[in-house]
T-cell receptor, first 117, second 116 residues
């Protein structure tokens, strides 16, 4: 079946560095992907909607310049956490809908645990 | 406004006992409802979803959920819990189609502990 691949699964970085997270749809084209963030013991909150070939749509309160999203192809969206700080440490997860079938399917990546020292 | 309420933060049951996790939603259109499970440090695994049709939905691992429109609820059930079911469970609601398909609103989760 359709799979969404997310890399890396875990990353530890120093404060001030930038981290790139990739989300790939492996056997379907995803014109839209979604990025969520999950703090420990909390729910998943939508950060932004990634749109192929156009700008991402950010949720209220999410800093566009901090969380750069690029959706350059129909199978790849990237989230770059720029100048990461300890408060950015979180679990980031992407999802992509497969619109090919009448009963649309939604697939999640396996998530990325970011730890900023 | 769209929202999902999971009233129970933490539930503890004995292995073999029945389970019901509650979920209530508020959504401006006919919803697409999901239950996901998450083990520590892991991603999300889809247990089941309701799109249309039969309001009693069967999922993986012996789980089922019932969509009750009048109560805006989508409670998850399992007749006999196994120790391996211990995890965090999330209810989510989203659009059924269109440009916002895939944009989900999640409840805060219910942590399930299973006693041997």
């Amino acid at each position: 079946g359709a799979v969404v691949s997310q890399h890396p699964s875990r990353v530890i970085c120093k404060s001030g560095t930038s981290v790139k997270i990739e989300c790939r749809s492996l056997d379907f084209q995803a014109t839209t992907m979604f990025w969520y963030r999950q703090f420990p013991k909390q729910s998943l909150m939508l950060m932004a909607t990634s749109n192929e070939g156009s700008k991402a749509t950010y949720e209220q309160g999410v800093e566009k310049d901090k969380f750069l999203i690029n959706h350059a192809s129909l199978t790849l969206s990237t989230l770059t956490v720029t100048s990461a700080h300890p408060e950015d440490s979180s679990f980031y997860i992407c999802s992509a809908p497969d619109n090919r079938a009448t009963n649309e399917k939604l697939f999640f990546g396996s998530g990325t645990q970011l730890s900023v020292l | 406004a769209q929202s999902v309420t999971q009233p129970d933060i933490h539930i503890t049951v004995s292995e073999g006992a029945s389970l019901e996790l509650r979920c209530n939603y508020s959504y401006g259109a006919t919803p697409y409802l999901f239950w996901y499970v998450q083990s520590p440090g892991q991603g999300l695994q889809l247990l089941l979803k309701y799109f249309s049709g039969d309001t009693l939905v069967q999922g993986i691992k012996g789980f089922e959920a019932e969509f009750k429109r009048s109560q805006s609820s989508f409670n998850l059930r399992k007749p006999s819990v196994h120790w391996s079911d211990a995890a965090e469970y999330f209810c989510a609601v989203g659009a059924r189609r269109g440009s916002t398909l895939g944009r989900l609103y999640f409840g805060r989760g219910t942590q399930l502990t299973v006693w041997p």
